[in-house]
Nanobody, 115 residues
Framework: QVQFVESGGGLVQPGGSLTLSCAPS????????MGWFRRAPGKKRELVAS???????FYEEPVKGRFSISTNRAENIMYLQMNNLTPEDTAVYYC?????????WGQGTQVTVSS
């Protein structure tokens, strides 16, 4: 069963930065669009940012200008650079295709922004 594996989360102070990484447990072919999602406490999982094969990116308004999504397709890894973090960014972060493939959900990585 292929799943995505997320890493790089942790505890960071407001204004700090983190870089998340995502890779599949085994190589997946034919993906054109990938995305980062997050689930904040008490809320539904939501899309944060996505990136297409040609490099076109999309960001939801709350993270625009602070987060940057990128891929290393040779290594089959996707990144999420997060800057100027706020407590509202506290969530479990996941990666998946967009639209999401239910079977690919991994465990996510916890990001906690707190002083």
């Amino acid at each position: 069963q292929v799943q995505f594996v997320e890493s790089g989360g942790g505890l960071v102070q407001p204004g700090g930065s983190l870089t998340l990484s995502c890779a599949p447990s085994s190589r997946i072919y034919g993906i054109t669009t990938m995305g980062w999602f997050r689930r904040a406490p008490g809320k539904k999982r939501e899309l944060v940012a996505s990136i297409m094969t040609g490099g076109f990116t999309f960001y939801e308004e709350p993270v625009k200008g602070r987060f940057s999504i990128s891929t290393n397709r040779a290594e089959n890894i996707m990144y999420l650079q997060m800057n100027n973090l706020t407590p509202e960014d506290t969530a479990v972060y996941y990666c998946n295709t967009t639209p999401e493939t239910p079977a690919y959900w991994g465990q996510g990585t916890q990001v906690t922004v707190s002083s």
